[in-house]
């Protein structure tokens, strides 16, 4: 479909005379002055705003400073003459896209129109582009669709676009940080910084340096001034991880920032004011430590305006299939292995694990076992050894000779017969591994 053009002259004649030169490449549509144009671009969407500068009433640039403020805004070019071209240049600084000056000359005015449509189109496509890298960016280690997945999404989704401080609790290993990715990319933050820092890591003094940093001379080694994590993070998100560990005087100097937005680097006495967003995490009680005296009650407060919990694999067990599918192909491209796909069988094994370590768990037993693989199918066989079952009752591994041998042979062809050849199922009820009873298939040749 051709672009939409609105042509904008208090001269009738120029007007008509325009869209009816034009009317074959788009499709054009007229107002008599600057409030008539207004409304029409309120109640529908245009490519492109073909405008006279000077103009009775809602003068040129008073339009311009209306079209800025629409949700769909199109591409505006003037027409002015040569008296009024700074006026036309202070039109390009609220956004216009070009002027031409009169007389118009049509071949350089549909130039200057395809060129204003093309520079449009590369627009909208990078929109389109960093909109889905958000979204990637935002949904990295938050694979599935199981409830309780669901409602930490909706709530992450519903605070992402606020100022709120955020408390993200859960497990280790859940995917707290994932959270904290998906707020960020999801908030008007998005293409400022989004900085990270684990409170555990770091010994009291130097966090306290990491976080606010720290002057010339502030201690021993402070050979120059160094910028924190809250300077670096000016206008994005500051995400810190196991904030349960913050120290006492870490958690007096956060607690001033997230009331006065402000601090001092270690040594200094310089107040520095900066717009960070917070979003904390932990995998502690925070409220028996404010109990036991560990946690500041106010701090505490002050971090949980809002509080999401990242459920445990174990609550999500649906999503393991989708998350090992993920992480297969996120991992057969970064190592890359040509692994594609795993069995049923596999898959049923890696589902019956308790995952005490939850994604993050799952997240390298995949890598292990695409990195470990020997062909383009993951099988049992892949499985790390730390998922095999408990193999202390099972017969001899080494046994290939002799009665024993013979005992093993017919015992593991048995449990198959049993189980319809279900090797799962057998594995079971033989008492040993999956990849030990693979072993044995491949030995005896079953």
């Given at each position: ?201 770091f010994a009291e003094g130097l966090l306290e340096s990491e976080l606010f940093g720290h002057e010339r001379g502030a201690f021993t080694g402070a050979v120059a001034t160094k910028k924190g994590r809250f300077e ?215």
């Open positions: 479909m051709s672009a939409s053009l609105l042509i904008v002259d208090d001269d009738k004649l120029t007007r008509d005379t325009l869209a009816d030169a034009l009317a074959d490449d788009y499709r054009t549509y007229t107002a008599a002055n600057g409030a008539a144009a207004l409304s029409m671009l309120q109640a529908g969407d245009f490519d492109i705003v073909l405008s006279d500068l000077m103009m009775p009433g809602l003068s040129g640039l008073e339009l311009m400073e209306k079209i800025s403020q629409l949700a769909n805004r199109p591409e505006v070019i003037f027409i002015t003459g040569h008296a009024t071209v700074e006026s036309a240049v202070e039109a390009m600084k609220l956004g216009a896209a070009d002027y031409i000056t009169k007389p118009v000359r049509l071949d350089r005015l549909c130039m200057l129109l395809q060129k204003t449509l093309e520079t449009r189109r590369l627009r909208e496509e990078n929109t389109r582009l960093k909109s889905r890298i958000r979204e990637d960016n935002a949904r990295v280690g938050l694979v599935g669709a199981s409830p309780v997945l669901m409602k930490a999404l909706d709530h992450a989704r519903q605070v992402a676009d606020t100022d709120a401080s955020v408390l993200i609790e859960g497990e280790s290993g859940t995917g707290k940080e994932a959270i904290a990715n998906f707020i960020h990319y999801q908030s008007h933050r998005c293409a400022a910084p989004f900085i990270k820092v684990n409170c555990a890591a670096l993070a000016d206008g994005g998100t500051l995400f810190l991880d196991e904030v349960g560990d913050l120290p006492a005087a870490a958690q007096v100097k956060l607690l001033r920032f997230l009331q006065e937005k402000a601090f001092e680097r270690v040594g200094g006495n310089k107040t520095y004011k900066v717009d960070v967003r917070i979003v904390a995490a932990t995998n502690r009680n925070l409220r028996d430590l404010v109990r036991d005296g560990a946690f500041r009650e106010d701090l505490y407060y002050r971090l949980r305006v809002v509080s999401i919990l990242a459920p445990p694999l174990r609550e999500r067990n649906e999503d393991i299939d989708p998350l090992v599918r993920h992480f297969l192909r996120h991992f057969g491209d970064i190592h890359s292995r040509p692994v594609v796909a795993i069995t049923n069988e596999a898959l049923t094994a890696i589902k019956t694990h308790a995952w005490p370590g939850n994604v993050r768990e799952l997240m390298h037993c995949v890598e292990s076992m695409v990195v470990m693989a020997r062909g383009y199918t993951l099988t049992p066989a892949d499985l790390p050894e730390y998922l095999v079952f408990d193999e202390a009752s099972g017969p001899p591994a080494n046994a290939d000779s002799g009665i024993m041998a013979q005992m093993e042979r017919q015992a593991i062809a048995d449990a198959l017969r049993q189980t319809n050849g279900n090797k799962v199922e057998a594995a079971r009820l033989l008492g040993i591994g999956l990849r030990t009873l693979y072993r044995k298939i491949d030995k005896w040749r079953l």
